[in-house]
């Protein structure tokens, strides 16, 4: 490639670059799987690490019978937590997009604003900012998510799968093949 703007590139050039783009999508697996055990070291003042509380979510889900797809949403929900705390859902439903259904991707791109009828009124916000969404037809989809696996996924006592279990899971879904 010669070119040093885009308006200068060509078919040529681009019939060379988007071969790299599979090869580059065949590491979002292990870059999600990297992004996860980054989570193991932020506690903050939780009585569990962001990952723990991820695994616990997966597992939740998992023992309840949810499918796949559903599970590596509960596992990678939070993934953006290290990243991007205010914003944090916008990272992981970006990563799942590709690859979820619209009611798994609607699920975790809201998540925090349905999480907050937990505990934003300790903090002097609206904890019922969620019923903007009211009228949404993943609104009871996402509500049931967080009232069952994610605000109930913070128990020191609680025995998780470990990261290695939904390994396979990650590789299986974050793995198929899409299209940009």
Same mark, same amino acid.
Request: glycine share 4%; charged share 25%.
């Given at each position: ?31 999600a ?8 070291d ?9 990952l ?6 997966a ?6 019978g949810? !499918?796949?797809? *559903?599970?590596?949403?509960? =596992?990678? @929900?939070?993934?953006?937590? #290290? ?9 992981a ?16 791109a ?31 989809y ?9 605000q109930?996924?913070? !128990?020191?006592? *609680?025995?998780?799968a470990? =990261?290695? @279990?939904?390994?396979p899971? #990650?590789?299986?879904?974050l ?6």
């Open positions: 490639m010669k070119f040093t703007s885009m308006i200068e590139s060509t078919k040529e050039d681009w019939d060379l670059i988007t071969p790299g783009w599979a090869t580059e999508q065949s590491k979002v697996p292990e870059h799987l990297q992004m996860l055990r980054t989570l193991g932020a506690k903050g003042e939780f009585p569990i690490t962001r723990e509380h991820s695994l616990q979510t597992t939740r889900a998992e023992a309840d949810r !499918d796949e797809e *559903y599970i590596l949403c509960a =596992l990678l @929900h939070d993934i953006g937590d #290290v990243m991007a705390p205010a914003n944090h859902p916008d990272i439903a970006a990563i799942l997009k590709p690859f979820v259904s619209e009611a798994n991707h609607w699920m975790v809201n998540h925090d604003v349905f999480q907050g009828y937990y505990f934003w009124h300790h903090l002097g916000w609206d904890r019922n900012t969620r019923e903007k969404f009211r009228g949404s037809e993943y609104f009871e996402t509500e049931e998510f967080c009232f069952k696996y994610d109930a996924a913070f !128990d020191p006592d *609680y025995t998780s470990p =990261l290695e @279990h939904f390994e899971l #990650v590789h299986k879904i793995s198929r093949r899409n299209s940009f």
